[in-house]
């Protein structure tokens, strides 16, 4: 089985590679996800008043609401 | 012996000049608010505060926004993650009629009397004034009689005419800097340009949203420039961002504006446009905090956008109105703006 590679969702790279303090953040206070987590694909992101939606071409959609 | 003639302190100016008589601050007056030492700025934001009350009395404006039209734009501004000129990671996107609908009704929900729709364009082609048309004909539909406001970029005459025949009251164009630090910002349209179509919405009687971003590599002097430009375009209304360095854009290694420099250029606008809606916009998060965004609302700040912006996000809604309603200040009713 492959290993399952998970990447950052601001900047897209590596969550093993680098220090993502600053990513994390970001996405805690001002930021929605962009990049794919599972796949780094870029995501399709729309942001209304109180939430957001963000759709991976391959892996589907993931929102805010909880 | 002569003494030196002694120096008047522009804050005792501004009392006089921009409390008492409404005038606002001259460039050069603006520039001095601007270098005033860090121990002055609560004297600074009490005599805004003071002129805002004066001259716009105790309401706050409370708005939401939404993106129609996220991404892809032809033009190159610097600051701007929805460019498509940079290898910023936002992507195209398109609000569907029943999502404008909703966010149109989450923003009315918080009490809000503006939405604005807006679109990341150099201007509206007749795709997206038909999407706008569509949508402002939903949102009533739904019940809602939110004041809609849009920002759609340039405008021709007959795209003016439109936006009034759909009934959108207020239109938004930002200058965003000094117009001589705009071709810095900018290279792909001019600040003239922008100017252009600032006056055809003006004389078409819509009212005049116009601000711009801090913290763009403009100097203290550029920030004064910039205020007394706004203060001669008179607008309704001035929304105050401060940049959020955005990956992929040429602005995203710039430092964040600080809090202190962020107070001073709130009252210092203040002083500039006594009685201009003046609104915290984007960046405010980064920049101030909690305890920053306070100390805005009580040194001249009388709007905010509440819930997210176009590609940021905000803190949630309810947290700015519970933040009002500790500073038992009242938000306007839609009773008020008609
Ligand atoms: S015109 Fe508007 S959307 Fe387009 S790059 Fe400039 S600021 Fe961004
Ligand atoms: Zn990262
Ligand atoms: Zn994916």
């Known amino acids: 089985m492959n290993p399952v590679m998970t990447y950052c969702s601001f900047c897209g790279k590596e969550e093993a590679d680098g220090d993502h303090a600053f990513c994390r953040q970001r996405l805690s206070m001002i930021d929605p996800p962009r990049y794919c987590s599972e796949c780094a694909r870029r995501m399709v992101v729309q942001v209304t008043p109180d939430g957001w939606t963000a759709r991976c071409s391959r892996h589907g959609e993931i929102t805010s609401a909880r | 012996m002569t003494a030196a003639p002694e120096r008047i302190d522009v804050l005792d100016e501004a009392r006089e000049q921009v409390l008492e008589r409404g005038v606002g601050l001259s460039e050069a007056q603006v520039l001095q608010v601007l270098e005033l030492p860090d121990d002055r700025i609560p004297e600074l934001l009490a005599l805004a505060h003071e002129v805002r009350e004066r001259w716009c009395g105790p309401e706050v404006e409370v708005e939401g926004i939404v993106s129609l039209k996220t991404g892809g734009c032809p033009e190159d501004c610097h600051f701007c993650s929805q460019s498509g000129q940079f290898p910023s990671p936002v992507r195209s996107a398109w609000l ?30 007749k795709r997206l004034l038909s999407q706008v048309r569509d949508g402002i004909k939903a949102i009533r539909e739904d019940g809602n009689d939110i004041q809609i406001a849009c920002s759609l970029g340039m405008l021709t005459q007959e795209q003016v005419d439109e936006l009034v025949a759909m009934g959108v009251h207020r239109y938004n164009h930002n200058l965003e800097t000094a117009r001589s630090h705009f071709p810095n910002v900018v290279t792909t349209h001019s600040w003239e340009e922008r100017w252009d179509t600032l006056r055809m919405i003006r004389d078409a009687g819509m009212e005049v949203c ?63 446009l006594p009685r201009t809606i003046l609104r915290f916009a984007g960046g405010r998060e980064l920049t101030f905090g909690d305890l920053g965004a306070k100390q805005g609302m009580l040194g001249g700040i009388n709007a905010i956008i509440v819930g997210n912006y176009l590609t940021n996000l905000g803190r949630p809604a309810q947290q700015d109105l519970d933040m009002l309603e500790e500073l038992s200040m009242p938000i306007k009713a839609l009773s008020q703006t008609l």
Do not use: H, K, S, W
Request: proline content about 9%; overall charge negative.
């Open chain 2, 96 to 125: 569907d009629i029943p999502g404008l609908v909703r966010a149109a009704r989450q923003t009315r929900e918080t009490g809000a009397t503006e939405f604005c729709i807006v679109a990341a364009v150099r201007g509206p082609d």
């Open chain 2, 210 to 272: 116009c601000g711009g971003i801090i913290g763009m590599g403009e100097t203290l002097a550029q920030r004064a420039e910039f205020a007394v430009q706004l203060a001669e375009l008179e607008p309704d209304e001035v929304p105050l961002n401060f940049l959020i360095p955005n990956p992929g854009t040429p602005y995203e290694n710039y430092p964040v504006v600080e809090g202190a420099e962020a107070l001073r250029t709130v009252g210092a606008f203040r002083l500039a």
